[in-house]
């Protein structure tokens, strides 16, 4: 599997308290059968997470030595979860790490912003010429109010994001039914662990790969748990 969400990348937010913590969440997820994991710290200026893509990617260096060190053979790439707001994407915006450099741009908002909101920065991402992942649309009160806030971001050519404990009920019963319907319609692309710990929080994601498998298919499951995520990042094989 492959993880393109995850705050594994220690002490530069609210994930990762330490590098034995860091360590530990990659130990986990490789066990648990993930191969590769994007890390995405926060870039949310409203909350002080202030990561610009100078000070991250000398961080992940240092990180990757380390995990090398340890012998950990899950391979790590590198991004940002962007926090949308208009006048912080047009400040900030040479600062946003796409996914693994490529055209990707991995962006959240706030739980109870208008499905409009969501709209409007998925046309200024591409006017700009990159590509928005909507990080856990499940959990925005827009979306599950109305899916097809959904269906207009994938129609625009945004792609959707789930987090993995959502189908296990683990971000509330309205997220939860929220990404059956999604799933159902195939609105989903990725899936991240969003993992902040090695507990409440985790990098564990095959539970939650068996459940699209068992309800939605195999072959989707593989689709949004791997293979969509191989071709974003270039990855061989
Ligand atoms: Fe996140």
């Known amino acids: 599997m492959i ?31 993930t191969d590769a994991i994007v890390l995405t710290p926060h870039l949310a200026y409203p909350y002080r997470f202030i990561n610009p ?15 090398d060190d340890e012998h950990i053979p899950i391979k790590m790439y590198l991004g940002c ?3 949308f707001t208009k006048d912080d994407f047009e400040n900030h915006f040479h600062e946003i790490r796409t996914l693994n450099n ?5 962006m959240e908002f706030y739980f109870d912003c208008d499905g409009e909101e969501i709209l409007e920065a998925i046309s200024h991402v591409k006017e700009r010429g990159y590509i928005p992942i909507i990080a856990h649309p499940e959990r925005y009160e827009a979306i599950q109010i ?4 959904a269906f207009k971001a994938k129609e625009m050519g945004a792609y ?14 309205r997220a939860q039914e ?13 899936v991240g662990s969003d993992a902040h710990n090695v507990t409440t ?14 309800y939605f298919g195999s072959d989707y499951a593989n689709a949004i748990f791997k293979n969509n995520a191989k071709n974003i990042l270039g990855i061989e094989g």
């Open 3 to 33: 993880d393109i969400h995850s705050h594994v990348l220690p002490l530069v937010d609210d994930g990762s308290s330490s590098i034995e913590m860091s360590l530990k969440m990659l130990q986990q997820a490789y066990q648990d059968g």
């Open 53 to 67: 893509k100078e000070k991250i990617e000398s961080l992940f260096k240092d990180f990757q030595r380390i995990v």
């Open 81 to 83: 979860e962007f926090l």
């Open 102 to 106: 490529s055209q990707y741009m991995l």
């Open 146 to 149: 109305d899916e097809d806030v």
């Open 160 to 173: 959707l994001q789930m987090n993995k404990a959502s189908i296990l009920g683990r971000h509330g019963t």
């Open 178 to 190: 929220c990404i059956y319907r999604m799933l159902e319609n195939h609105l989903i692309s990725f």
């Open 201 to 214: 929080r985790n990098t564990f994601m095959y539970k939650s790969y068996q459940e699209v498998s068992y």
